[in-house]
């Protein structure tokens, strides 16, 4: 437990976020963290993505004597680590399968002389007697365990080698140990405390929200032309497009370079050297657009990722929550887009009925389902939407999601809901959305008058309905449950028990009305191509340019991404400080003192020639 030095252990943590990251404070509950990790005491943190979780754990190990050793599954993202901290100055290492013998045994040197700050292990080799006898040797200042929720065998990352990570607590009981996540749920959060024996740790749970994410949802018309629109508008920005299947990645990614679009395609299906040669250009360097199935993600941390787009629903809102977590880990402001049309709701609910999990599953996927549906039909906030259902009540609506920026117009939709599944009923529980609408508006198609459904009752009733009106209220049908998928699947629909009470008029059916996409109306969009949060004049969009070229040059130098040189952040803030000395230059929050003695020139430089 912390004790009477606490207040000491703190300002030295303070010094050393000024001193080595240049931050002038510490964010939300990282103060807390830090100072109860640094006087000894163990932490189960929970935090969202981008929430600054790293520093809760790299700035204890500074202060603590000895190294602090980083578990983390994700070897990516540990070259990615310590690369940013041998840019601050941190002594910095890590040991993972990408090192060869030799490598590996320098580290190992290093660690055990008292030569490290941090260093970086994957599970399964941390476990190993090799590495335990290492530790018996080496001073250790504290254990991390970063994506603590891989130990949950309920999550998708599950990862077994997690399981033995109990282990440390038995040998090294004196060391403190920090566990880190950013998967809340209850459950989750049960299985750590207890798989990694955390039940003495102070648990740390942050609020989720990411303020700087503007959320939108459309419904699909026209999916091809509604990304390039939204990528047009964003033409220096990088991002994530998630799409559900490899083959619609693959597609989208050549229909996109088309276009002149910098687009790259990744999935398990591609080659490994691909795979990773395109994780490589995405990280490294600027404005690329990459085009996805879920299984990228994990493990990338670029902080200026300025969009995600989901092409297709995500199979719930906490995965939907994770994937576009990824937008804007730098605070600055970013967008979340998510299409879907009443295709994905029927093939999502198909999904789920079909499945053969057991009842006790199913129940679990069919309230996931629901919660998801029901956050793509909502016409409230959005952010409040996903945070009520992350057990956050009390938000506000945030003003900066597309049903707050346009409100959504709701309206009792009995009567159209009773002509739509009517005509589901009078045509046979066969047919898909695009014959009902015609038959609801009277067209009279080739189709209509083979099978006599010109002939029928709701013929031409719904002609006061536009196409695309329609197609919005059999989505919102589907997405309510009062209709669904036929069983055979071959595409047609079929009334629920569910759908009874509303066509005997025993039960009202409200529905949104869905506004026009961003590419029809540009209320509450951002300017092209911007990354700012305010519009630059002439000058400073010049100068944004030149601070950006520089820093790819100097990536590009030590192979590193241009994000460990200076943040889009600190590129802002010298923009507006416009800084005319080293010294005032070093003032700035995300200049530190090694990287200021690295590069304060150059930049220094670039900014006095656009004063
Ligand atoms: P997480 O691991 O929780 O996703 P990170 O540790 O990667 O988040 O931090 C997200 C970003 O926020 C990083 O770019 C980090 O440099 C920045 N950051 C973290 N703490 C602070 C702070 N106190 N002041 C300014 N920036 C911070
Ligand atoms: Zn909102």
Redesign the pocket.
Known sequence: MPDARFPAVQDAALDVLRRVWGYPAFRGMQGDIIGHVAAGGDALVLMPTGGGKSLCYQIPALVRPGVGIVVSPLIALMRDQVDALRQLGVRAAYLNSTLDWREAQEVERACELGELDLLYVAPERLVTPRFLDLLERSRIALFALDEAHCVSQWGHDFRPEYLQLSILHERFPLVPRIALTATADAQTRADIVSRLALDEARQFVASFDRPNITYRVQPKDAERRQLLDFLRRRPEDAGIVYCMSRGKVDTIADWLKEQGIDALPYHAGLDAAVRQANQDRFIKGEGVVMVATVAFGMGIDKPNVRFVVHMDPPRSLEAYYQETGRAGRDGLPAEALMLYGIGDVVQLRQMVESSDSPPAYKRTERQKLEALLGFCETAR????TILTYFGEDGHQ?????D??LTPVESYDGTVAAQKALSVVYRTGQRFGVGHLVDVLRGQATDKVIEKGHDRIKTFGVGKDLSKQEWQTVFRQLVAYGFLCADPEGHGGLVLTEAATAVLKSQETVRLRKDPASEGRSRRGTRPAGRTAPAPLSKGDEELWHALKALRLELAREQGVPPYVIFHDATLMEMIHAKPDSLEELGELPGVGGRKLDRYGDYFLDVILRHG
């Open positions: 906030c959005r952010r409040q609506p945030c003003g900066n999601c049903t707050c």
